[in-house]
């Protein structure tokens, strides 16, 4: 059975940094792209930021290019997400999400990790 | 990016009825469309992809059609449990994927 477990969240000031992770297992990791997507309160979903599988290729929205960086230890089965300069609008909860490899759709997701900038 | 723009955002239904929820793409992204459904306080979960698959698990009253710009997501007969949050996304673009705003879909 596929399981994503985000965790790293909390509150955290403007300015400030977290590192979210996400702990996968139920299959083999390295072989699958991962992305991290969030949803602001009340509001819809936004694609974050993905990584291909071996770690050769990494890309970002426009609004966290430059503050966020995604991550990955196949060693470990782990997926991560730096996050630097945060910003009250970075409030949102994220999820990490499992990529299909044809296709590229997002067929398992975690339950999501609250992050809230705030002072 | 790839703008994707649903309708209707909100919609009241009841038990039983027939509901078709359309995204439109920007561009065409070929048959690169897929659908979620989100429930208060969880994660979305993959309900079609390639406009049309149907996910392992999900009920077949559920039903995706569509290519290049225009795209369904068609509830055959409503059931309780069905009323939530639907997300179209397209992955023909991967830098970003982009989302719908969502239609919610309540109980009439």
């Known amino acids: 059975e596929v399981q994503l477990l985000e965790s790293g969240g ?86 990490c999400a499992k990529e299909d490899s044809n296709w590229y759709y997002f067929d398992y997701w975690g339950q999501g990790t609250l992050v809230t900038v705030s002072s | 990016d790839i703008q994707m723009t649903q309708s209707p955002s909100s919609l009241s239904a009841s038990v039983g009825d027939r509901v078709t929820i359309t995204c439109r793409a920007s561009q065409s992204i070929s048959s690169y469309l897929n659908w979620y459904q989100q429930k208060p306080g969880k994660a979305p979960k993959l309900l079609m992809y390639v406009a049309s698959s149907l996910q392992s698990g999900v009920p077949s009253r559920f039903s995706g059609s569509g290519s290049g710009t225009d795209f369904t997501l068609t509830i055959s007969s409503l059931q309780p449990e069905d009323f939530a949050t639907y997300y179209c996304q397209q992955s023909y673009s991967t830098i970003p994927y982009t989302f719908g705003q969502g239609t919610k879909l309540e109980i009439k």
Do not use: H
């Open chain 1, 10 to 95: 909390g509150l955290v000031q403007p300015g400030g940094s977290l590192r979210l992770s996400c702990a996968a297992s139920g299959f083999t990791f390295s072989s699958y792209a991962m992305s991290w997507v969030r949803q602001s309160p009340g509001k819809g979903l936004e694609w974050v930021s993905g990584i291909s599988g071996s770690d050769n290729s990494r890309s970002y929205a426009e609004s966290v290019k430059g503050r966020f960086t995604i991550s990955r230890d196949n060693s470990k089965n782990t997926l991560y997400l730096q996050m630097n300069s945060l910003r009250a609008e970075d409030t949102a909860v994220y999820y």
